[in-house]
């Protein structure tokens, strides 16, 4: 399994990014995928993530309501549309698919990860 993670950058205080994630390499309906971030002396946190279907998503209470995340199945792609975004957004975001059906906030529930792609927010 592969997964190609792009669309960081550098944006200002309040722009928006959308972040791409391309996978390959097992069946793509039919498995979970996350976002997770990496602030720089922080440790990894919980994004979002949506079910294998796309129909269920959840969001960390930090970037509720400013970030979305969609599943595209028939381009094997993940999305994380990033609006209204902050210096504290700053952060290495990676994707990562899951087979299990529950616990999506864990990054134990995932099983394949992709490189990373860095946000940085200025204020």
């Known amino acids: 399994v592969q997964l190609q993670a792009s669309g960081g950058g550098l944006v200002h205080g309040g722009g928006s990014l959308r972040l791409s994630c391309a996978s390959s390499g097992r069946g793509f309906n039919y498995y979970a995928m996350g976002w997770f971030r990496q602030a720089p002396g922080k440790e990894r946190e919980f994004v979002a993530s949506?079910?294998?279907?796309?129909?269920?998503?959840k969001y960390a209470d930090s970037v509720k309501g400013r970030f979305t995340i969609s599943k595209h199945n028939a381009n094997n792609t993940v999305y994380l549309q990033m609006n209204s975004l902050k210096p504290e957004d700053t952060a290495v975001y990676s994707c990562a698919t899951s087979p299990v059906r529950t616990r999506y906030t864990l990054a134990t529930s995932y099983d394949y990860w992709g490189q990373g792609t860095l946000v940085t927010v200025s204020s």
């Open positions: 949506i079910s294998a279907s796309g129909t269920n998503t």
